[in-house]
């Protein structure tokens, strides 16, 4: 099955709070997981990504956690602005075939000023 | 990070006219290009995948006579919506990747509004 679980569906923070979100997949045939921020009418740009070899990868403020044996990981934004206000998609890479992407349902993260 | 230029931003047709939406890429040779389709508020949802002189490989459900994928040049691809219909009106995103490298590479959308 190739489907990748996203929630929340939305999230409103404060400012300076974290922000969190998660995904869990089920195919194990995935090799590769990232994240990717979408303001309204732009593509998505992408944030942060890690390989299943990885547990924890850290750019500035966000944060990937990855749980290889319950087949989920989340992106932690800390200290959160109210220009990170945008969609954030998880996705996972096939490993095999066309590659291709699965990608979760989305997060509306909203930060509060 | 690399760039890929997607036109036009937004386009309005008639029901029944073809559209052509591209996309290039500017500072890398996508080898693989991804056509994506997302609804308002929806995720991304995965249309074809084209490989640079190949035939595209089509998503279960996706019409191929419909959205005609060309993908003539490492740096060109090209989505047509045959016949569009209201229907048809959706933000169509492309995203390219050089080689089997991880990293994709958005486009910045078309918005496609079909009368």
């Known amino acids: 099955q190739q489907q990748v679980k996203q929630s929340p569906q939305s999230l409103i923070v404060q400012k300076g709070g974290i922000s969190i979100i998660n995904c869990a997949y089920e195919?194990?045939?995935?090799?590769?997981f990232p994240w990717y921020q979408q303001f309204p009418g732009k593509g998505p740009a992408l944030l942060i990504a890690?390989?299943?070899?990885?547990s924890e990868k850290k750019e500035g403020r966000f944060t990937i956690s990855f749980n290889k044996s319950a087949k989920q990981f989340s992106l932690h934004i800390m200290d959160s602005q109210p220009g990170d206000s945008a969609t954030y998609f998880c996705?996972?890479?096939?490993?095999?075939?066309?590659?291709?992407?699965?990608f979760g349902t989305g997060t509306r993260l909203k930060v509060l000023a | 990070g690399a760039v890929v230029s997607q036109h036009p931003s937004w386009v309005i047709c008639k029901s029944g006219t073809s559209v052509k939406i591209e996309c290039r890429s500017l500072?890398?040779?996508?080898?693989?290009m991804f056509w994506y389709r997302q609804f308002p508020k929806q995720s991304l949802m995965l249309m074809a995948t084209?490989?640079?002189?190949?035939?595209?490989?089509?998503e279960q459900g996706v019409e191929k006579d419909k959205f005609l994928i060309n993908h003539a040049s490492l740096t060109l691809s090209t989505l047509t919506v045959t016949s569009a219909h209201p229907e048809d009106s959706s933000f169509y995103i492309c995203?390219?990747?050089?080689?089997?490298?991880?990293?994709?590479?958005f486009g910045s959308g078309t918005q496609l509004s079909v009368l």
């Open positions: 995203s390219g990747r050089g080689g089997l490298g991880e990293k994709l590479f």
């Open positions: 084209s490989n640079e002189g190949s035939k595209a490989t089509y």
């Open positions: 195919n194990t045939a995935f090799d590769y």
């Open positions: 996705a996972a890479r096939a490993s095999s075939g066309t590659y291709k992407y699965i």
């Open positions: 500072d890398f040779q996508a080898t693989t």
């Open positions: 890690i390989r299943p070899d990885v």
